[in-house]
Nanobody, 117 residues
């Protein structure tokens, strides 16, 4: 049973930093891509950042230059370093994985990030 387990959420003041972690059960290389999505109240879930198996990454325009996605293959863990946080970053953040075999998506349970002004 594949599981994505997130940690690192919480509350912070604007301008602060947080780091999210997503530990993958099994091998991180069984995923073609791993990433972070977020969903704010009243809004659709949106991609924040994604890192592909080959190492390339992409970001939402709203977080470019502030957020960094990375992974530790030995720990089967993906990270999202969030700096210069803004109130509009407030949302539930979900870890997402696209597995190779079978081809399907997996989601973490979500972790709340609250940024106060």
């Amino acid at each position: 049973q594949v599981q994505l387990v997130e940690s690192g959420g919480g509350s912070v003041q604007a301008g602060g930093s947080l780091r999210l972690s997503c530990e993958v059960s099994g091998s991180i290389f069984s995923f073609s891509a791993l990433g972070w999505y977020r969903q704010a109240i009243g809004r659709q879930r949106e991609l924040v950042a994604q890192i592909r198996r080959i190492g390339s990454s992409k970001y939402a325009d709203s977080v470019k230059g502030r957020f960094t996605i990375s992974r530790d293959n030995a720990k089967n863990t993906v990270y999202l370093q969030m700096n210069s946080l803004k109130p509009e970053d407030t949302a539930v953040y979900y870890c997402n994985g696209e597995s190779i075999n079978p081809v399907r998506e997996y989601w973490g349970q979500g972790t709340q990030i609250t940024v106060s002004s």
